[in-house]
């Protein structure tokens, strides 16, 4: 075994780091250089993936504090709503806005929105400089009523708000205006009222997930006159354009609004078209019937029409004062007249839609859907309320419509638990309920359902009161012979 001499020994001790005691009883190292290092100190730098969780803690504490959610309006239609309906959700030949931006299947109306931006600016005589300036100053204003962070620079955001907006802007104009007199030719493919295309444009333009802000939209408009106080003379533009797509006969309150105060109801964030022709539609606001117990209690089940005609109840075309105006006295259930056209089934679900979506907008429209959900269950259903003027569709047949409700309301939910039908539902099931009302139903129907039963009825009375009569009189002769 090799002796290792007094000279290497010293040779290695100096070249091991020394060991001290610090303060505070952790040890310290000092290495060649004479550097201290604490023995904490010494683990591995953080990886990427630590770096990349902390950046997005540090970006969640942003929005929480900041409550952007506040400030959203236009949503993306959650996925248990899309369900097997993906098509009612999404625009069909139009983008507008930054969700379907982009898509190959739209890219064909982009060169039509360059075209109406240039009739636009050529007819005013004005520079596009001016609509970009005025969009920048509220872009992030904008971004902030998307749902989802918005994943385009600065520039073409900006570019989208303003080619977007002017296009939407150019059609409501035109719509009321005359597309002729804005320097449209009558065989234009877009801008003509009498092409079938203006029919799918504004379909697409009603979808939740295919809006703008009103907002930009009103900026943009007054530019365009010049004139910075006409905010909300687009919101009549808008409806008047919208009008054919109401679901009922009742009429759109639009014509002597002079500004956005027809609906008391405060809404955080920032309307929109679908929101405006929310509003619209339940202008008055509707009104809970009130009960022994507080109406703000959730949607009671209520049978279908078939049954409740059994139990007693009939069912009248209620007055025009919205189509959500359901009326029940009496046994009597009155229900406003419904009209169901090809774009209802979507309207109707961005509709559902958004009322889920938004915090503090009510459930007005949901109530109503599920409330004529649970009357429609077969195409039986679908024909009593058409026999009464309820109801008038133009869809293949009463079991397209059955299935349109039976399907729209599937995994829907009453936001916040009540309803303002919930009174009126009860009333329902505790006429329905008694006995006595059944018993009389039910004879009502089994000989009273058609005129041929009635007079059945009434031969089968006069043959019985003939018989009664004949043995009667035969008793009588039996006892008194000769009389």
């Known amino acids: 075994m090799a002796l290792i001499s007094n000279e290497e020994l010293n040779q290695t001790v100096a070249h091991e780091p020394q060991q001290e005691t610090s303060k505070d009883g952790q040890i310290e190292v000092e290495t060649d250089e004479g550097e201290n290092l604490c023995e904490d100190e010494s683990r591995p730098p953080e990886s990427d993936w630590i770096i990349s969780i902390n950046k997005n803690l540090d970006k969640a504490e942003e929005d929480h504090m900041a409550c952007s959610w506040k400030k959203r309006s236009i949503y993306r239609i959650p996925h248990y709503l899309k369900d097997g309906k993906e098509k009612a959700c999404v625009p069909q030949i139009v983008s507008i806005g930054p969700f379907h931006h982009g898509d190959e299947r739209l890219c064909e109306k982009d060169k039509d929105k360059w075209r109406g931006l240039v009739c636009m600016l050529k007819r005013n005589n004005q520079r596009i400089e001016e609509y970009l300036d005025a969009v920048t100053k509220v872009e992030e204003k904008a971004r902030a009523c998307y749902e989802a962070t918005i994943d385009m620079c ?4 900006i570019e989208m708000m303003v080619l977007d907006g002017c296009f939407v802007i150019e059609l409501f104009w035109g719509f009321f205006y005359g597309f002729d007199k804005l320097g449209y030719t009558h065989d234009d493919p877009v801008f003509s009222s009498s092409r079938s295309s203006m029919d799918i444009i504004r379909r697409d333009m009603i979808l939740l997930e295919n809006q703008i802000p009103l907002f930009i939209l009103d900026l943009l408009f007054c530019l365009q006159l010049g004139q910075p106080d006409r905010i909300g003379l687009l919101a009549k533009l808008a409806l008047q354009f919208f009008y054919s797509l109401k679901p009922t006969d009742c009429p759109l309150y639009c014509l002597s609004w002079t500004r956005l105060e027809f609906d008391p109801l405060p809404l955080e964030g920032e309307l929109h078209c679908l929101e405006l022709f929310r509003r619209s539609l339940l202008y008055p606001r509707p009104k809970p019937v009130a009960t022994q117990q507080s109406s703000q209690t959730g949607l009671q089940f209520i049978h279908c029409v078939t049954e409740l005609r059994k139990k007693g109840i ?3 075309n209620g007055e025009v004062e919205g189509f959500w105006n359901i009326r029940f006295k009496d046994g009597i259930l009155e229900i406003p007249r419904l009209v169901i056209g090809d774009e209802t089934p979507p309207l109707f679900l961005n509709l559902i839609a958004f009322e889920q979506c938004h915090f503090n ?15 429609i269950n077969s195409a039986e259903d679908v024909g009593h309320l058409h026999d009464c003027g309820i109801m008038e569709h133009w869809l293949g047949s009463d079991t397209e419509v059955a299935d349109l409700f039976n399907k ?7 936001v916040g638990g009540h309803s303002y039908l919930s009174g009126l539902s009860k009333d329902v099931n ?17 000989y009273f359902s058609n005129p041929w039963s009635i007079i059945s009825l009434i031969a089968a009375i006069i043959l019985l009161v003939l018989t009664l009569a004949q043995t009667l009189y035969a008793v009588f002769g039996y006892y008194r012979p000769g009389f």
């Open 154 to 157: 600065n520039e073409k955001f």
């Open 314 to 316: 009939k069912f009248r």
């Open 361 to 375: 907008c009510g459930n007005d429209i949901t109530s109503y859907l599920i409330f004529m959900d649970n009357l």
């Open 408 to 414: 729209l309301c599937k995994e829907v939910v009453l």
């Open 430 to 446: 505790t006429y329905s309920g008694n006995k006595c009302n059944g018993y009389i139903a039910s004879l009502k129907l089994k």
